[in-house]
């Protein structure tokens, strides 16, 4: 079982950044792609960025594009999400997840493995 424990949410105003990162633990963090969603009151959780096992490849979903950077440390079992330009709307529940290495690529809550709990991100205006 694969624990991941999300930090460094918090209270930023509009045009800030925040760095989140997910530490992992109980399995071997090299074997999964690394994901980050998001979710905001009233509204389904939704994809924001994923990371292959080696940091090779990665692809956000539009409106964070050129904005946010997803990043890992194998060494670390740590993945990252660093963003910037930070907007109301990017206030939500952050969340990191993993999924198999075997699997495709996925962009839905239902293709990823293990979750974390979540940290809250606060962009006020």
């Known amino acids: 079982q694969m624990q991941l424990v999300e930090s460094g949410g918090g209270l930023v105003q509009a045009g800030g950044s925040l760095r989140l990162s997910c530490a992992s633990a109980g399995l071997t963090f090299s074997r999964y792609r690394m994901g980050w969603f998001r979710q905001a009151p009233g509204k389904e959780r939704e994809f924001v960025a994923h990371i292959a096992w080696n940091g090779g490849s990665t692809y956000y979903t539009g409106s964070v594009k050129g904005r946010f950077t997803i990043s890992r440390d194998n060494t670390k079992n740590t993945a990252y999400l660093q963003m910037n330009s930070l907007k109301s709307e990017d206030t939500a529940v952050y969340y990191c997840?993993?999924?198999?290495?075997?699997?495709?690529?996925?962009?839905?809550?239902?293709?990823?493995?293990?979750w974390g709990q979540g940290t809250q991100v606060t962009v006020s205006s």
């Open positions: 997840a993993a999924q198999s290495w075997l699997k495709v690529p996925g962009t839905t809550v239902q293709e990823y493995d293990y």
